[in-house]
């Protein structure tokens, strides 16, 4: 459901141009009728590595991720360029582990998630109001759009949507 609430805000971008929550629909703009879907079956070498410390971390200090978190990360020489980018992360394993607890540090999803998107397809493109979509591998470099590729983790595709 919450793969379908991001869809549907990027479908909304793309109507308003990106112009915001507040932004009204262009009527200029046809609505996309087709979209990517792109799924992560592990997360990228940086992120693993986050995973790793904050699973030592997270035992180390009784089950809880500690407010240091920061500082022990900087010390990670792979880590250290794309803090901003780890501080971000580690704000979504934090906020995952109430609900999935030891399974928020797995290195990748539990499920197959193409298999999912794709036994619902009918589902998915009636909510979006689209006619079709392709899910592709965040690991397939020929796949388009590769910014928005990148950002796909498991349990947390990224897409995009345009019209033919």
């Not at 919450?2 to 971008?13: E, G, S, T, Y």
């Not at 392709?134 to 950002?151: C, G, I, L, M, W």
Request: hydrophobic share 40%; net charge neutral; glycine share 4%.
């Amino acid at each position: 459901l919450q793969m379908l609430h991001d869809c549907r805000v990027n479908i909304k971008d793309v109507l308003t141009r990106g112009g915001g929550k507040k932004a009204k629909v262009a009527a200029d703009v046809p609505a996309p009728d087709c979209g990517y879907i792109f799924v992560a079956d592990t997360f990228s070498e940086w992120q693993q590595i986050t995973l790793e410390v904050l699973k030592r971390e997270y035992h180390a200090n009784g089950n809880s991720i500690p407010r240091t978190i920061r500082s022990t990360l900087v010390n990670v020489p792979a880590l250290r360029p794309l803090m901003q980018k780890v501080m971000f992360f580690v704000d979504l394993v934090a906020a995952a582990i109430p609900e999935r607890g030891e399974e928020a540090f797995e290195n990748r999803a539990v499920f197959s998630e193409r298999e999912v998107l794709e036994d619902n397809r009918a589902f998915i493109c009636q909510s979006l109001g689209i006619a079709d979509f392709t899910v592709f591998s965040a690991d397939d470099a020929s796949a388009p759009e590769p910014d928005k590729r990148a950002n796909a983790m498991p349990g947390k595709p990224t897409s995009h949507f345009f019209r033919r």
